[in-house]
């Protein structure tokens, strides 16, 4: 299957700590992969992507790397702010047009 | 920078009711999806269009219909509403191929009654 494996929420944590938000996907073909992140009461907005292996997106501080032996494409943040609260996406596509699959996203909560 | 519109923003209904959620996307993409958000569910693909012309299931169809109207509409119709179908409802739209991002509208928070 093409499915998108990701770690339960909530995650609270103080600012400045270091987070991490694992995802695994199966490993059916060549997917890319993204991390969306969803603010309270907007759409999905693109975080990063990779495309293939070993690739490593990053913007706004976030970090993925694209991990073909353990299937994953885990999120890293070496210093959360309160303004990254939010809910986090992990997704993949497979080709051409098809549709990206989503994991079930993780809710994080910063506090000052 | 409107990128991809969704209106009405909030609607309520009444069980049996019909309803069109509209879809506008300006970035002159190929392909747009429609999704529902629930708590703990993610988000599920309800439909998509991979072109101007077509159209196909996603993960939960039943209970709706879409049009691809033109290349930038993409509209998702329920014809009966049911309690069920209390959602928040995406639309999206990618240029196509597998490194193409997707962008979002805002949403619509549709509650059946």
Known sequence: GNSVTQMEGPVTLSEEAFLTINCTYTATGY?????YVQYPGEGLQLLLKATKADDKGSNKGFEA?????T???HLEKGSVQVSDSAVYFCARTFSGNTPLVFGKGTRLSVIA | NAGVTQTPKFQVLKTGQSMTLQCAQDMNHNSMYWYRQDPG????????SASEGTTDKGEVPNGYNVSRLNKREFSLRLESAAPSQTSVYFCASSGGGSNQPQHFGDGTRLSIL
């Open chain 1, 31 to 35: 997917p890319s992969l993204f991390w």
């Open chain 1, 65 to 69: 790397t694209y991990r073909k032996e």
């Open chain 1, 71 to 73: 299937t994953s494409f």
């Open chain 2, 41 to 48: 569910m993610g988000l599920r693909l309800i439909y998509y």
